[in-house]
């Protein structure tokens, strides 16, 4: 089945150390895929999508097609930046990774 | 309010009742989404609706009943629920649904605790 997988259930990291959260993805073709984001007490919300090559709030994520990875990085982490991560593609309706909760640490 | 609202945030409800939630979109979308997410799951597609027509049933069991009666109300209609049910429930909306990076905006969710 055509699916979206992120292997880490949670990730800790220190203010300022670098911080990667893993994507790997299983569909063919060119898929359109998408990083959501959720901090604690607020809604989920779009963080970036591929096709927009941008960086949002320090953060990029490539598409490698001979990886099949869609990894979200950022090179300092910030303490806002603990909240749930959610890998997505949509090729007509969103598909969700299982999510990855991130906390920074002081 | 702007974006997606949800009603209500919280519910809790016997496995004989019946209950509805709600979800309004003031965006102009035109595609509407239910979402379930539980802690043993990741968030799971429940219902499409594309301009009030229900496009997408992800094998939701009938206890579930959604209802679209225009492109900014989406409803999901709740009988007999199981204890297993509880979850928090997210609607989304679109502007088309079938668009390939099209974003979605979500709600805050209603929390669903079923006794």
């Known amino acids: 089945a055509q699916r979206v997988t992120q292997p880490e259930k949670l990730l800790s990291v220190f203010k300022g150390a670098p911080v990667e959260l893993k994507c790997n993805y299983s569909?063919?073709?060119?898929?359109?895929l998408f990083w959501y984001v959720q901090y604690s007490r607020q809604r989920l919300q779009l963080l970036l999508r591929?096709?927009s090559r941008e960086s949002i709030k320090g953060f990029t994520a490539d598409l490698n097609k001979g990886e099949t990875s869609f990894h979200l990085k950022k090179p300092f982490a910030q303490e806002e930046d603990s909240a749930m991560y959610y890998c997505?593609?949509?090729?007509?309706?969103?598909?969700f990774g299982a999510g990855t909760t991130v906390t920074v640490r002081a | 309010e702007t974006g997606v609202t949800q009603t209500p945030r919280h519910l809790v409800m016997g496995m004989t009742n019946k209950k509805s939630l709600k979800c309004e979109q003031h965006?102009?979308?035109?595609?509407m989404y239910w979402y379930k997410q539980s802690a043993k799951k990741p968030l799971e597609l429940m219902f499409v609706?594309?301009?009030?027509?229900?496009?997408e049933n992800n094998s939701v069991p009938s206890r579930f009943s959604p209802e679209c009666p225009n492109s900014s109300h989406l409803f999901l209609h709740l009988h007999t629920l199981q204890p297993e049910d509880s979850a928090l429930y997210l609607c989304?909306?679109?502007?088309?649904?079938?668009?390939?990076?099209?974003?979605?905006?979500f709600g805050p969710g209603t929390r669903l605790t079923v006794l």
């Open positions: 609706y594309s301009l009030e027509e229900r496009v």
């Open positions: 989304a909306s679109s502007q088309e649904a079938g668009q390939g990076a099209d974003t979605q905006y």
């Open positions: 569909y063919s073709g060119s898929p359109e």
């Open positions: 997505a593609h949509n090729d007509y309706k969103l598909s």
């Open positions: 965006l102009g979308h035109n595609a």
């Open positions: 591929h096709i």
